[in-house]
């Protein structure tokens, strides 16, 4: 399975779900990938600590290689690092590919994602991509190359409306490069179930028939910790209530991808 976690707002949570559904897929056994496409390199930096700046060949490497003619491009696997993690492994992000992207937009290299994931996916199992906060390049090259689209909404009103740009996005992507790609559901994150303004706008929006998910998440310094331990929850603190969040979020999309075709939704 290839998954694109999507929004276009920063802050809503994007490498922080990225990297701890990619921990419990590893976390069972299965061997998994996290592709770090935003150049800040929050998912990258979650996974590797420290070991970040010890990486010898990340994704602007791994996109640089198309910009000259090369009769042998580098094996994908070349640019994967593992992760300290058993099943875990990332292609980490860099800064350099804030600088690369125009140059891969004009030499319109939109495809490589995706041709490359295809011979990865014969490596691993799930795949997780964490974008940048916007539209660009990078975020259109994940999306042609997953099969499904996760958007997190962390319970503003800002952010309520972006929704239905996002899903626009998607809608055109699909139309113009992916016809197959879905849209799994819309997270709801940073969730306050003691307070009115996050009720009220996940009822509005299920009143609207938008996909959310049912499990939520809950604000919480635990994920704080998670980060500056560069640890994921289900190895930091299995039993944390917002652990247990991830797992039943876990579980959700697990349980829609075992229906058939025509029940899911």
């Known amino acids: 399975m290839r998954r694109v976690i999507f929004n276009r707002k ?11 559904l990619a921990a419990l897929s590893a976390h069972r056994g299965r061997k998994t990938l996290v592709i770090d496409l935003d150049p800040q390199g929050n998912s990258t930096r979650y996974l590797l600590g420290e070991a ?33 993690f058993p099943h875990l492994h990332v292609m980490a992000s860099a800064p350099a590919l804030a600088d690369l992207e125009g140059k891969l937009e004009a030499k319109y290299k939109i495809f490589k994602l995706r041709d490359a994931l295809e011979d990865l996916g014969e490596t691993y199992t799930d795949i997780y991509i964490d974008t940048p906060p916007a539209f660009n390049f990078y975020t259109r090259s994940a999306l042609i190359a997953a099969q499904t689209c996760l958007i997190p909404f962390d319970c503003d ?33 940073e969730f306050i179930a003691r307070a009115r303004l996050p009720q009220r706008l996940v009822a509005d929006l299920e009143e609207e028939g938008l996909p959310l998910l049912t499990a939520h998440l809950s604000s919480s310094v635990k994920m704080r910790e998670s980060h500056q331990q560069a640890t994921p929850l289900i190895y930091l603190a299995p039993r944390h209530k917002l652990t247990g969040e991830y797992v039943a979020l876990f579980e959700e999309l697990e349980a829609r991808m075992a229906r058939p075709a025509g029940r899911r939704g």
């Open 157 to 189: 009103d800002f952010s309520r409306q972006a929704l239905y740009t996002l899903l626009d996005d998607v809608t055109e992507l699909r139309t113009d490069h992916n016809p197959n790609l879905t849209v799994e559901g819309i997270i709801v994150n």
């Open 10 to 20: 920063g802050g809503v949570g994007k490498s922080s779900i990225t990297c701890n």
């Open 52 to 84: 970040a700046r010890d990486v010898e060949a990340d994704l602007a490497d791994f996109f640089e290689q198309f910009l000259s003619v090369r009769l042998f491009p580098e094996a994908p696997t070349t640019f994967v690092t593992p992760t300290p």
